[in-house]
Each structure stands twice: as C-alpha cells, then as structure tokens.
C-alpha cells in the first residue's frame, strides 16, 4: 500500500539529520538536546521497530460510500503491518446515536487509543470528551470536533483547500478559453455537514477572487442516485454551463450519467476526492470530467500510526518536537490528465 512507503519514508527521512547531529557533535561542542537525540533514535530505526503494544480502537461510519469504504480498509491493512498494535474495530450503526452506543462499548475495553472518524464531529465531541478525560487518547479523522479537549490529535482533510483547488482549476480553464462570465455549476454533498459547507466557501471565495460566481448550486448525498438526480435539476436551470464542480467522485457517477442523459458535453467537469474510477475517466479523457481534487482515504492509515506513536509516547521522527502533533490537515491536489497516472494508486 501507499500508505507503507509513506510511513517508511516518514520515519526514514531523518536519517541525514539524525547523522549529521552526529557528526557535528564533539567534545568541545554542546551535548545534544533531549529532542536532537529522540531525532538519532528515530533515525537508527526506533519509531518504525516493534515496541510497546498498542491496542487502537476504531470506528467509522458503515461502508455504504466507496471514499469510507476506504477509510475502514486502509485503517485495518495499515494497523496489520505492526507487529506491536491490536486493532479493534466496533460496528458504527446507521447514525451518530448508534455509533456512540458502540463506542462507549469500546471505551469500556480500555483501549489505549480509539481512532475515530464520526458520523458527526459536534454530535460526538461529548464522546471525546469522556474518553479524553477517561484517559484513552483520542484520534479524531476528518469530521472536526469543535472541542479541542475532545482530542489527541486530529487528522483532517482539508475541504476549504477542495475548494480552492477546484475553482483554481476552473479558474485556469476559462481563462484559456477566453471565456469572460462563465456559466458555473456545483453539486455539493451533504448539505448539514460542516465539511461540505467548507467546500463550497472555499470554491466561493476563490471564484469571487477571480470576479466569477456560481450561477447555481445543488446539494447532493454523496450516492449515484441523488448525484444524478440533482444534476438533471442543475441542468435544466442552466441551458448552458462552462464548468461544474461536483464535491464527490462516487456521486459523480450519477452526475455523468445525467449529463450522457442529457447530452450536454459542453462544460468541464471537476470531481473531487480522488476516486480510482474518476482518476481513470480523467486519463481517458473522453468525457467531461477533466479533473478532480483529492481528499484521499489514506488518512485512515496515518491515524493509525499517529495513534501507535501517541500510544507509545513517541513523535514523529522527521520533527524535533518528542510528541505527535495536534493537529494534521492533508493537502488538496489537483489530479489532470498529465499526471493521472501518478495517481491512480491512490485511487480508492
């Protein structure tokens, strides 16, 4: 997986530092800081060796969506690939009641950390909370809680950073194309999440910026279904679209397929998370999805190796600081036909 050559370039990477701390350091130099040689053992191979067990709890909505299926599997094969860690994973259950009736369960089995990516982060930042104050690290994924207390750390994709790079893209293409006042549409997904609100200011912001807007938009779920559906409504609002934004590559199946329906070819498309079968029609290049912007799943497997090292009291070995940060946001990318091919093993 990806997500291994990343941890082993992670903890590999200190390596030339670690030694020149070694080299530069002699008898009538200062001795090395506390964190100078935390960087030397971790070069020498102290974060990726076994160590102490770990045992990480997990919990993440059901996989009824192809970006949370991932979630779960990149979560699971990473933990697989340490010795030193037992993973548990608990049933989520259809909403955030559910979930939360599950992870007080798992709480009870006093896991040292519990990886979570909840239905909803303000919903269960109660559950933070406890399990904060219980003494059970928490690692929040992608659904920020409001309170900081409610966490160890927190790995987020980052969803304004969408935006930005969706409407950058569009942005570029129009103006390529001379194309003054574009006509430009957007598909969102879930409306009562915080994240797709995020989405969509930063793809707001970065078109006013620009001098475009969006001349209409509709929230979608995240399905096939309702990614068509809303996109046979924007369709017929708008005889004519330059570019569309749709949030999600799984709701994009809909969205293209509402378009074929519709035969109406003559915008860009730019999808968004990274999916493998968008990464594939961008390569092909014959329809009109011409981009998408990551929010890659494989933020699933750093949590779990963030949680490893916060269970063992470790830091990340390419830092001077002895503990895992607080918070980690991932970048967005913009993925295109001239370097599809380089993506598309990050595709889920």
């Not at 102290?46 to 045992?55: D, I, L, M, T």
């Not at 009870?108 to 909370?129: R, T």
């Amino acid at each position: 997986m990806a997500s291994i050559n990343r941890r082993g370039l992670l903890f590999g990477g200190a390596a030339v530092g670690a030694g020149a701390l070694l080299t530069a350091c002699t008898s009538n130099e200062a001795a090395p800081t506390a964190a100078q040689t935390k960087a030397v053992d971790a070069a020498a191979g102290g974060n990726a060796a076994p160590g102490e067990k770990v045992v990480i709890g997990f919990s993440a909505p059901a996989a009824d969506h192809g970006w949370l299926a991932a979630i779960t599997t990149n979560a699971k094969a990473q933990a697989a690939t340490f010795s030193d860690v037992e993973f548990k994973s608990v049933e989520s259950g259809s909403d955030a009641a559910a979930q939360r009736a599950a992870l007080s369960t798992l709480l009870a089995q006093k896991p040292n950390v519990i990886v979570l990516l909840p239905h909803d982060g303000k919903e269960l930042n109660s559950f933070g909370l406890e399990a904060m104050t219980a003494g059970v690290q928490v690692v929040n994924l992608d659904r920020a809680f409001p309170d900081r207390r409610a966490y160890r750390t927190q790995v987020l994709g980052d969803n304004y950073g969408m935006g930005v790079a969706a409407a950058n893209y569009v942005i570029e293409q129009m103006k390529a194309k001379g194309v003054a006042a574009p006509v430009i549409g957007e598909i969102a997904g879930m409306d009562e999440l915080e994240l797709t609100q995020t989405r969509s200011k930063g793809f707001s912001d970065t078109l006013t910026a620009a001098g475009f807007t969006v001349a209409n938009r509709r929230a979608a779920r995240f399905t096939v279904d309702s990614g068509q559906q809303e996109a046979s409504q924007l369709l017929q609002a708008l005889p004519k679209i330059d570019a569309l934004w749709n949030h999600d590559d799984d709701q994009g199946i809909g969205v293209l397929a509402a378009l074929n329906q519709a035969n109406r070819k003559e915008m860009i498309m730019v999808g968004g998370a990274g999916s493998k079968q968008a990464i594939e029609a961008i390569q092909a290049d014959d329809s009109p999805l011409k981009a998408t912007v990551t929010y890659s799943p494989s933020m699933a497997s750093s949590a779990i190796s963030l949680a490893r090292l916060i269970g063992q009291g470790k830091g990340l070995g390419d830092l001077v600081e002895l503990q895992v940060p607080k918070e980690i946001v991932l970048s967005s990318e913009t993925i295109t036909k001239d370097n599809a091919a380089d993506y598309l093993k990050f595709g889920f």
